[in-house]
């Protein structure tokens, strides 16, 4: 997409003239002056910055009037369109104090963009971007609803959404608009509605100008160069340890996860995070939310799903023990501190947003598998297979927790029944369906049956030129199941 830039601005600095545009509407609770009493309806149409100070430009009654910037806190606007809504919140928030005082950095921003490319690019090459034009799409026009084009301030940068396959549920926006959503997020998450909470406290963090707030905060960074240098390093430490804890997989899906598509840590996400601005302290991660609360409002969404997804993330972090995320750390706010603050939630599940973004919960299933995390990966297969979306990759790993987690005949059979389901579906065929058809089988003590699905498997293998210690352990397995 394309970068909006005020093109008034492009031969003068702001800090010496600046004029920005508004259409917000509102009504006067205190008295301004003689001309503009308690009462008046009134209109911002714009907020000026001259050699002669600041001042905003209002109409009230059909006249135009001049008032200070002070003022602000006599008016109650009422904006009525997303627009008007997020110009509104920079007022409240002074966010328009701070580019009038600092202007608008064009060379920090653009610094800041490059490096938020760079990122970008480093997960692509990786492999770290989940591709999916249906889920995409999908994010955009929930976007579109939260936030429009542009908001006419002048500031570089528009929304775009990449997709991030980290089994940890985490979100975050860069100063340029690029806005990044993990998998795990989206699978942590039941509803349309928690989802739109999620982007619209992203989103929030953007237009209130956060990041560059912070690195503004910052007395000095560490050359850019040496900082991508240590990172490259940090991504190479995590990855071997990454393949070292991984390296004795015990089941074969050909075209599966690797390692280098699960570096990506927490921790090593923090370094950019903290790099580009995006630790938020305890007051922006609050007034994230309150702004988000109040957008959630304005396009009739119930506000808290918001808190219904801090509790769904609460949940995990607690299942995989990542207490740091729960309690809060300096200035950062716990968990429990903005659901509190945001209002208890009610339930909220929704089987249509599993159909969106079933392809999602297949890879995170597969991945929570890969991790052992056996019921967590049984749960996102279920999710698919409530949603009636479940392709035969869904079916093989239902079946495979199963085993994992109990061996008594009426599971083993519904591993089976399961298995039976993934062949006739016929949508991406998937030879690992015979080696789960022939463990399940040799449960059930059906050691024949069990020896013709061995042998499709191997058949398959052979297909594929699978010369790999697979196709060993296959050839092997027929000869014992002989003896069995």
């Given amino acids: 997409m394309k970068k909006i830039f005020l093109l008034l601005l492009i031969m003068v600095p702001l800090t010496s003239i600046a004029q920005l545009t508004f259409e917000l509407k509102g009504l006067v609770n205190k008295k301004i002056s003689s001309d503009i009493n308690e009462g008046s309806n009134i209109e911002l149409k714009e907020i000026i910055k001259n050699n002669k ?17 002070r003022n602000f806190d006599k008016i109650t606007f009422t904006p009525s369109t997303s627009k008007q809504f997020w110009q509104n919140q920079m007022i409240e928030h002074s966010v328009y104090e701070s580019i009038l005082k600092n202007g608008l950095q064009y060379k920090l921003r653009k610094n800041m963009e490059e490096e938020a490319i760079k990122y970008i690019n480093y997960l692509n090459d990786n492999n770290q971007i989940f591709k999916d034009n249906f889920l995409e799409n999908y994010l955009y026009s929930l976007v579109y609803r939260i936030y429009p084009d542009k908001l006419d301030d002048g500031r570089p940068g528009i929304l775009n959404v990449k997709i991030v396959k980290d089994i940890a549920p985490n979100a975050g926006i860069y100063s340029n608009g690029t806005m990044i959503v993990t998998t795990g997020l989206l699978s942590t998450i039941n509803s349309e509605e928690e989802l739109v909470g999620i982007l619209a406290h992203e989103i929030s963090h953007f237009v209130l100008d956060h990041s560059v ?6 007395e000095k960074r560490k050359k850019r160069a040496e900082f991508w240098a240590a990172f490259a390093t940090g991504v190479a430490a995590v990855a071997d340890v990454y393949a070292s804890k ?9 075209g599966t996860i690797t390692a280098s598509t699960a570096v990506l840590s927490y921790s090593i996400a923090s370094m950019v995070k903290e790099r580009m601005g995006l630790k938020f302290s305890r007051e922006q991660e609050m007034e994230a939310d309150r702004s988000a609360v109040k957008l959630m409002k304005h396009i009739n969404v119930n506000p808290t799903a918001l808190s219904s997804a801090l509790r769904k993330i609460k949940k995990y972090c607690t ?3 990542n207490y740091l995320a729960l309690t809060g750390t300096g200035t950062h706010p716990a968990i429990d501190d903005r659901i509190s603050e945001i209002g208890e939630p009610t339930i909220f599940k929704d089987v249509r947003y599993d159909l969106r973004i079933s392809f999602v919960n297949s890879f995170n299933a597969l991945i929570e598998l890969n991790n052992q995390h056996f019921l967590a990966s049984s749960n996102l297969a279920t999710r698919n297979i409530q949603a009636n979306v479940a392709t035969e990759q869904d079916y093989i790993l239902k079946a495979m927790t199963l085993l994992y987690m109990y061996d008594n005949q009426n599971k083993n059979n519904e591993a089976l029944n399961l298995i039976n389901k993934a062949k006739a579906l016929n949508v991406l065929p998937n030879i690992n369906i015979h080696k789960q058809e022939a463990l399940i089988l040799i449960r059930l003590d059906r050691v024949n049956q069990a020896k013709s699905s061995l042998l499709a498997y191997l058949k398959e293998l052979e297909k594929l030129n699978a010369k790999s210690t697979e196709y060993e352990w296959t050839r092997k397995m027929i000869y014992k199941v002989g003896k069995l």
């Fill in 213 to 218: 707030m912070n690195i503004n905060k910052v």
């Fill in 319 to 321: 299942l995989t023990g």
């Fill in 53 to 69: 100070g600041e001042k905003a430009v209002v109409i009230v009654n059909g006249e135009e009037h001049s008032i200070n910037l």
């Fill in 246 to 254: 991984n390296s004795k997989n015990s089941y074969y899906i050909p």
